[in-house]
């Protein structure tokens, strides 16, 4: 069993920054791709970043490249989601999620597990 506990969220002006957490427990954190989603009231989940076990290789949804940044410290068992440049379309509640393979998805029905969310909300 794998559980992952996000934190870091928190309301923030707009062009302000968040760093987001997520701590895993429960298995062999570095033999597991990390993913960051989030999900916007009345809209469906949606892909944020992902990186590799090893953190060689990350990858972003297109909108937000350049403004967020996800990274990894196997030796604390936690994967880090920086976001800059805040904008209030970034308001959402943001899930990590895990998955035992070398291959990084970009896809939520990918992941098996999933944290609870940690709410940012970007005002304006």
């Known amino acids: 069993q794998v559980q992952l506990v996000e934190s870091g969220g928190g309301l923030v002006q707009a062009g302000g920054s968040l760093r987001l957490s997520c701590a895993a427990s429960?298995?062999?954190?570095?033999?597991?791709?990390m993913g960051w989603f989030r999900q916007a009231p009345g809209k469906e989940r949606e892909f944020v970043a992902a990186?590799?076990?090893?953190?060689?290789?990350?990858y972003y949804a297109d909108s937000l490249k350049g403004r967020f940044t996800i990274s990894r410290d196997n030796a604390k068992n936690t994967v880090y989601l920086q976001m800059n440049s805040l904008k209030p379309e970034d308001t959402a509640v943001y899930y990590c999620?895990?998955?035992?393979?070398?291959?990084?998805?970009?896809?939520?029905?990918?992941?098996?597990?999933w944290g609870q969310g940690t709410q940012v909300t970007v005002s304006s």
């Open positions: 999620a895990a998955r035992a393979t070398i291959v990084v998805f970009t896809t939520s029905k990918e992941y098996n597990y």
């Open positions: 990186i590799s076990w090893s953190g060689g290789k990350t």
């Open positions: 429960g298995h062999t954190f570095s033999s597991y791709a």
